[in-house]
């Protein structure tokens, strides 16, 4: 299995609602990423998990809450968001953190989030 | 600080062979990545460079001078589906696992 999977595909919410964005991946990789991506734009590093730890937070405003439960798993809580929150969502993962070998990255299809 | 340099847009024709230059400011190297994505898809993995020289993968190769912090992706005989944007990437200092991604090209193959 090598494939990255997201759910849900598209979200919208209000600015008051709590919703969550998952990801799951069965590749045994031990780094796993949460992207924001706007269109025409490069993905934008939001928080990296290694070895289910937590060690990257990119300034990601607290409205947005990362979980690992575990290996396989991502998640990504949602609160209070705002309208300008809006873009695709992307969760991806890699046997190495970037720079070691065996770093590429597989993305998920993403969420496209709509925050009303 | 990191940063790194792509063409915003390419056009080429089926057929032809195109290449998309990027060029980086890093504190430290650790390898040259390129990802394609199509509008509305992910990002997918296409190439990664640690050595200078070219790497080739079927219709695709890529190249890197570490000494002149350059690569290219270089596409050859170009398909309607290869429309799509490349982005090259380098590793964040430090084995953070941050990954910074140029702004992209976007290619378009016309018939």
């Known amino acids: 299995d090598t494939e990255v999977t997201q759910t849900p595909k598209h979200l919208v919410m209000g600015m008051t609602n709590k919703k969550s964005l998952k990801c799951e991946q069965h590749?045994?990789?031990?780094?796993m990423y949460w992207y924001k991506q706007k269109a025409k734009k490069p993905p934008e590093l939001m928080f990296v998990?290694?070895?289910?730890?937590?060690?990257i937070n990119e300034s990601v405003p607290s409205r947005f809450s990362p979980e690992c439960p575990n290996s396989s798993l991502l998640n990504l809580h949602l609160h209070a968001l705002q309208p300008e929150d809006s873009a695709l969502y992307l969760c991806a993962s890699s046997q190495g953190l970037a720079g070691a070998p065996g770093s590429e990255q597989f993305f998920g299809p993403g969420t496209r989030l709509t925050v009303l | 600080g990191q940063s790194l340099e792509q063409p915003s847009e390419v056009t080429a024709v089926e057929g032809a062979i195109v290449q998309i230059n990027c060029t980086y400011q890093t504190s430290g190297f650790y390898g040259l990545s390129w990802y394609q994505q199509h509008d509305g898809g992910a990002p997918t993995f296409l190439s990664y460079?640690?050595?200078?020289g070219l790497e080739e993968t079927g219709r695709f190769s890529s190249f890197l001078s570490r000494s002149d912090s350059y690569g290219y992706l270089l596409l050859q005989e170009l398909q309607m589906k290869d429309s799509a944007s490349y982005f090259c990437?380098?590793?964040?200092?430090?084995?953070?696992?941050?990954?910074?991604f140029g702004q992209g090209t976007t290619l378009q193959v016309k018939p």
């Open positions: 990437a380098v590793p964040g200092s430090g084995n953070t696992g941050k990954l910074i």
């Open positions: 590749m045994g990789h031990r780094a």
């Open positions: 460079n640690a050595l200078d």
């Open positions: 998990y290694s070895y289910e730890k937590l060690s």
